[in-house]
């Protein structure tokens, strides 16, 4: 049995302007020790399928399907037991530190937290297990960083200290959502390197969230790309980046950066923008900035079909797609 399977995930967003489907059917399983990488553009619903899967979605929303972790389905725990579960089993690592932590509580506070909480550490144990945390995760002088408030410490070492907040109980299951987004380059390379180090460690499954394919392809075992709402591409990383199948995966391929491009150069980009989801096509929610798009992709949705083991893709036109990858879709 794996320790995260996900059946038929739906989730649907309460706003002012109506139901709005940021989640539908999403189906994946993750066991122990794998890393999968979840990729798509912005509003793609990568980090609602985050918050669902802990528990942590806005009032009003409606879920529906399995969220089984170790054969429990966690959509019918009582919030108690997820409140029990959260920071333990399973964390997160939030997409900007500076909003995620508490600005009025020192450091100290906010990492000994989980561990009082969840391990029942006395006050000293927990502060000096926060030391060790900190230091493990790269802060210098950890004994005085205890003491300091969010705003106090750069960016990268924000991220870090939530970070140690994540693994301080040893999860099963990490969830990184964007976790370098408001890095520069550099430190977004020694946060990535820091999280595989531990999650190889501790023998952690985990999620990486992205937008970012090279991120996702040096750092994952599999991949899914998301795209309004539902997964359009699944298969192990090399497969993936041999066949890149799906026309959406191929236009963020093509979007972005090579060695070599001239300064005067200009990125490929993929026409149009991503669907609205509160009124989202009967057909294929790609089929406006697809360059295949036929009749048959505006009036139904194609379903996930194999191509190869654990190779998976959403499209009509797998054929022609993979005809084209050559010459480029978006050229």
């Not at 000293?124 to 969010?150: F, H, M, S």
Request: contains cysteine; aromatic residues 4%.
């Amino acid at each position: 049995m794996p320790l995260l399977n996900v059946t038929g995930l739906s989730v649907t967003l309460s706003t002012a302007d109506g139901a709005a489907r940021a989640v539908r059917d999403m189906n994946f399983s993750l066991e122990k020790g794998e890393t999968l990488g979840i990729v798509g553009e912005s509003g793609c619903g990568k980090s609602i399928t985050a918050l669902a899967l802990m528990g942590l979605l806005p009032e009003r929303s409606e879920t529906t399907g399995k969220i089984e972790f170790n054969g429990e389905n966690l959509l019918q725990k009582p919030e108690t037991e997820m409140c029990a579960l959260r920071g333990n089993r399973m964390a997160m690592i939030f997409q900007e530190p500076m909003t995620s932590l508490n600005p009025v509580h020192t450091i100290g506070r906010q990492v000994m937290e989980p561990l009082r909480l969840h391990k029942n550490m006395t006050r000293a144990e927990a502060k000096a297990e926060a030391v060790r945390l900190l230091d493990r995760v790269g802060i210098p002088n950890p004994q005085e960083r205890l003491g300091n408030y969010p705003h106090q410490l750069s960016g990268g070492q924000r991220q870090r200290v939530m970070i140690a907040m994540a693994l301080s109980c040893s999860p099963d299951i990490l969830i990184a959502d964007e976790p370098t987004t408001a890095l520069d380059v550099t430190i977004q390379d020694q946060i990535l390197e820091l999280i595989q180090s531990l999650v190889r460690e501790e023998d952690m499954a985990l999620i990486l969230i992205s937008h970012d394919l090279g991120v996702i392809s040096e750092n994952t075992d599999r991949i899914m790309v998301m795209y309004g709402g539902a997964a359009v591409e699944t298969g192990p990383t090399e497969t993936f980046f041999e066949a890149l199948s799906h026309p959406y995966s191929q236009g963020l391929f093509a979007a972005m950066p090579k060695l070599g491009m001239g300064r005067t150069s200009r990125l490929m980009t993929i026409p149009g923008v991503v669907p609205d989801l509160i009124n989202l096509p009967s057909g294929c929610t790609f089929t406006d900035r697809c360059p295949l798009a036929t009749a048959e992709c505006r009036n139904s949705a194609p379903p996930l079909r194999q191509l190869t083991a654990g190779h998976n893709v959403a499209c009509y036109h797998l054929d022609k797609a993979r005809t084209m990858k050559a010459e480029g879709l978006f050229a």
